[in-house]
Every structure is written in C-alpha cells, then in structure tokens.
T-cell receptor
Framework: GNSVTQMEGPVTLSEEAFLTINCTYT??????LFWYVQYPGEGLQLLLK?????DKGSNKGFEATYRKETTSFHLEKGSVQVSDSAVYFC?????????????FGQGTTLQVKP | DVKVTQSSRYLVKRTGEKVFLECVQD?????MFWYRQDPGLGLRLIYF???????EKGDIPEGYSVSREKKERFSLILESASTNQTSMYLC?????????????FGPGTRLTVT
C-alpha cells in the first residue's frame, strides 16, 4: 500500500543552521507530494508541494525536490529561525481514482534554539 | 482566505457519552475530512465526504460516524466515547476530488475522555 516515512525527531538546531528533514514514500503510480507544517496550538497548513518528478516546491525559504528514482521528498532550509519551530509532516496523494486522500508521515518536531 | 472552524478547541467527556464534533468551512469546498492526530502516528483519516450526504470510511472508522447534511458542515460523532478516543481531532476541506488540491485544516479539537 501507499505510505510515507519521515525521519525520527525531535530535531534540535541552533538558529541559522542548515535543516534537512528526510521523507521517503511508497506509492503506486505517480503521487503528488506535500509538506505541511503545524505551529504550536494550530492546525496544519500547506508549506509546499510538488506534483511530478523533478519538480521543486519552495516557500518561506524551504525547498523540497520530488525524486522519483529515490522515492524521496526531503525538506531543506539553508538558515532556520526560532520561528520555524514546529512539527513538519510529509504527505502524499496517490492516483489513480483517489479522492484527494492524504497519507501522512508520522511528523518530525523541529526545535530551533537562539 | 479559506477558513475552517471547529466548534471547540478543548473538550472533556466521560466514557459512554455521545460526542459531537462540528466543522464548518466557508469556501464551498466539495471535500471534507476528519483526522485524528496522535504522537508518533501522524494523522490518520477517520472519514471523508466528497458531497452532501455522501461519506466514505477512512483508515480508522471504528467507533465513529459522520454526518454531512449541508455542504459547508461536516460532523464527527462518537456514539459512545471511550478512553482510547482521547486525541486531537482535525477537520480539513479541499476543493475537488482526485486532484492534488491543497487541504485546508481547522485548528483542531483536543478531546479527553475520562
């Protein structure tokens, strides 16, 4: 079946450090891939997405590239800030015939210290 | 801005009570979803609906039911609450089925069953 695996957290970084959160997936066909972020006390919001192989999604300094050959969609940011502290979820929607159902990874907590 | 609202942020109920969680979206979205979020497990889909009066089981529907009488409102019902249903419940909506449309999430309801 379809699934998403994220690296275990929590990830603790100092401000301005480089961030990578690994995400790999298993899916039939060509899924669309997403990163969602959940700030403390809030619901999830879309951070970025990619809908086909080699697409790069980017937003707020975060980037992720859809790598079909390695079935990966790793999240990166060159210089994190304290305000980036949150839980990050990798997710996919897998065709065919799906109804927009998202399949989530388990989430990775990021803590950024000043 | 799309807005998804949930009726309560925090709820405490007793074992055996019937519990209603309400979700309302204001963007005329066809699809609505109910997830539960538990540490280490990510988000798991309980039920979703792609049209008024239509519903589909997600991955963990046992112990839950749903109602969608109007397009903007999707209710989750715990017929007889149990302690293992203590969790964060998140509602989401999206524009269309079968496409990589963004899901918009509400702020969540943290339910405690004692």
């Amino acid at each position: 079946g379809n699934s998403v695996t994220q690296m275990e957290g929590p990830v603790t970084l100092s401000e301005e450090a480089f961030l990578t959160i690994n995400c790999t997936y298993t899916a039939t066909g060509y899924p669309s891939l997403f990163w969602y972020v959940q700030y403390p006390g809030e619901g999830l919001q879309l951070l970025l997405k990619a809908t086909k192989a080699d697409d790069k999604g980017s937003n707020k300094g975060f980037e992720a590239t859809y790598r079909k050959e390695t079935t990966s969609f790793h999240l990166e940011k060159g210089s994190v800030q304290v305000s980036d502290s949150a839980v990050y979820f990798c997710a996919l929607v897998a065709p065919p015939g799906n109804t927009g159902k998202l399949i989530f990874g388990q989430g990775t907590t990021l803590q950024v210290k000043p | 801005d799309v807005k998804v609202t949930q009726s309560s942020r925090y709820l405490v109920k007793r074992t055996g009570e019937k519990v209603f969680l309400e979700c309302v979206q204001d963007m005329d979205h066809e699809n609505m979803f109910w997830y539960r979020q538990d540490p280490g497990l990510g988000l798991r889909l309980i039920y979703f609906s792609y049209d008024v009066k239509m519903k589909e089981k997600g991955d963990i529907p046992e112990g839950y039911s749903v109602s969608r009488e109007k397009k903007e409102r999707f209710s989750l019902i715990l017929e007889s609450a149990s302690t293992n249903q203590t969790s964060m419940y998140l509602c989401a909506s999206s524009l269309e089925a079968g496409r990589a449309y963004e899901q918009y999430f509400g702020p969540g309801t943290r339910l405690t069953v004692t």
